[in-house]
């Protein structure tokens, strides 16, 4: 059984930096696609990023391009998505995610239906 447990969250100032991570169990990391996404208040669940691990491939939703990194460390199966020049509408709860390679593409993520969710890390942008 597969389980999420995100961390890394907290309250930033606009400008600021955080490092979100989580480390899954229950699953063969290099024969899945892993993931970020996030939930805004009052809003539906966005995809954030994703890297397809068999052959790198990586997705970001505009919104975030050029400021956050998705990334894995190999021998410990952790993924992390560094956050940089957070602004206030990266408020949200973000959810570490694991899924079949064919929902993560160059330019498209999502998930399946039935899909698992963590309980997520707070992320709070405000001055």
């Known amino acids: 059984q597969v389980q999420f447990v995100e961390s890394g969250g907290g309250v930033v100032q606009p400008g600021g930096s955080l490092r979100l991570s989580c480390a899954p169990s229950?699953?063969?990391?290099?024969?899945?696609?892993v993931g970020w996404f996030r939930q805004a208040p009052g809003k539906g669940r966005e995809g954030v990023s994703c890297?397809?691990?068999?052959?790198?491939?990586?997705y970001y939703t505009d919104s975030v391009k050029g400021r956050f990194t998705i990334s894995r460390d190999n021998p410990k199966n952790t993924i992390t998505l560094q956050m940089n020049s957070l602004k206030p509408e990266d408020t949200a709860v973000y959810y570490c995610?694991?899924?079949?390679?064919?929902?993560?593409?160059?330019?498209?993520?999502?998930?399946?239906?039935?899909?698992?969710w963590g309980q997520g890390t707070q992320v709070t942008v405000s001055s």
């Open positions: 890297i397809r691990l068999f052959d790198n491939t990586t």
């Open positions: 229950g699953f063969t990391l290099d024969h899945h696609a």
């Open positions: 995610t694991i899924d079949p390679p064919e929902y993560c593409s160059g330019t498209y993520y999502y998930r399946p239906p039935f899909a698992a």
